[in-house]
């Protein structure tokens, strides 16, 4: 969706403004934040596509406005309401009320070191061979989903070169949306700066994304 | 701010923020559900704070600058030569490595979200994670270098990577000058977090 989360080539947002030797944490509810999402991401009822797309729909007023850690919390909250585990009233008043979901798994400590060491590999195997190969010029689709998809607007309806061809992933925009990981091949397409941004552009820059096969057609 | 504070102050009697108190609420809704459990909060807490971080990336980068079969391996199949020095798992599952070179400096974003290598680099700054970085990085990525004082030399090529999918980028900075015969160890403390992302170079033997 072009939702907020689309940041690339924006203006006005000022300065990176890097902190020095930044802690991990600036708050001590920022890591129970990280601890909670993490935990209720492993009982196992929504994938990380759903979950990058429960953030970029949050208004865009909230979205920016708010820190990586609220803006996790509030994805966390329509999450857990989605899928039946909290109401709206529970959340209002702070107090746990009747059941809801029970959950597939509970993350326990002792699980906790194996759960982060195993991740969640996205690699699938493909039996097709590749549409694409190193070299190939292509065109990424002008597409503009209501839903969740990976290919960033400043992208689109753009020609690039085909750099590396990888193995199938799990393609965001179905997943995100239960309607199953429908693997496709992933490639590293690289555009010139000028075909992006113009003839003003930088023309010692090039930038490259990783995009699934179907948001590519040849060039 | 007087006023602000004052008409918070005047509705709750703790000293949590909202923020604080809506996280609090949450964890304490779910763990009285029984659906989370706070030990696992704080073992991940624990892991994230203390154990996994970006000298993990540096010992990769040390020993590819030390040893180029192993350089090689990096570049062939970054997963499995991460993965040999022990370092796995979540937002590292599919590893590649890009490695600078005189005419090219690599650079690594993602404009959607915040993706970003945990396994090697441990969790992102805020930066990283903000709107001023995600935006600016692939329409201006010299003026995002000069926010962190690196000016390349004219006739570098900038390659920005924007991680769309499931790969993470680790960049490979240039070995510096001056460090021949240097252990590992020694090199490894010359790359820093931001010199793997691509908004710095290695530091230099003087500076170290």
Redesign the interface.
Known sequence: MNGA???????G???????KD?P??????E??????T???G??GHWNIDES?HA??TLHPADY?SS??Y?IW?KA??KL?VRHG??TGG??AS???GS??TT?RR????A???A?????????REIQAAPRFAAGDRVRTRNMNPAGHT???R??RGRVGVVETV?EG??FPDTNAHGKGEDPQR?Y?V?FDGRE??GAD??P?????????ESYLEPA | MHDDHDHDGHHHDNHLDPTAARVKALETILTRKGLIDPAAIDAIVDIYENRIGPRNGAKVVAKAWDDQAYADWLKRDATAAIASLGFTGRQGEHMRAVFNAPDTHNLVVCTLCSCYPWSVLGLPPVWYKSPPYRSKAVIDPRGVLAEFGLALPDGTNIRVWDSTAELRYLVVPMRPAGTTGWSEERLADLVTRDSMIGTALAREPETA
């Open positions: 989360q689309d940041l690339g080539g924006q203006m947002f000022g300065p990176v403004a890097p902190e930044e991990y944490f600036h708050a001590e509810w890591k129970r934040a990280l601890g909670v993490l935990c209720a492993a009982m990058r953030r970029e920016y820190s990586y609220e919390i966390l909250e857990l585990f909290v529970e959340l702070g107090e746990a059941d809801g959950p509970v993350l326990k400590a699980d906790v070191p759960m982060l060491a195993r991740g969640g590999p996205c690699e990976r290919l960033p400043y992208t990888h992933f799990v992933v590293t690289v992006i941004w552009a930088d010692s820059l090039t930038v490259s994304i990783d995009a699934w």
